[in-house]
């Protein structure tokens, strides 16, 4: 395979990967249960993160309920990090 080949490879999976990214729209808003399911963990322990203020989140009113929501750029720093070490209370 010589160069000129491989610009032209490179460029149709730029291209594909171009097309991907704008099928799919970047979610702005998570719930305790997205999170839960991306992190592998409970969601009563991100509801407890939320909680603790082991992450930022927001309490949504959704009818009657109040449930958290986390935004994107913070899911992406506890998916990279993990949520905040919890500081204890005295």
């Known amino acids: 395979m ?3 080949d491989i610009a032209i490879r490179l460029e149709r999976i730029e291209t594909l990967l171009s097309e ?3 099928q799919k729209p970047q979610k702005e808003w998570f719930s305790t249960a997205d ?3 991306l992190t592998g963990r409970a969601e009563f322990t991100v ?3 939320c909680r603790l203020g082991r992450i930022s989140a927001e309490k949504e009113t959704n009818g009657r309920k ?3 929501r986390i935004c994107y750029e913070e899911v ?3 998916l990279n990090h993990g ?3 919890l500081i204890p209370r005295n």
């Open 2 to 4: 010589n160069v000129p």
């Open 20 to 22: 991907l990214i704008q």
């Open 35 to 37: 999170l839960a399911e």
């Open 47 to 49: 509801r407890e993160w």
């Open 66 to 68: 109040r449930e958290w």
């Open 76 to 78: 992406q720093r506890i």
């Open 83 to 85: 949520p905040r070490p």
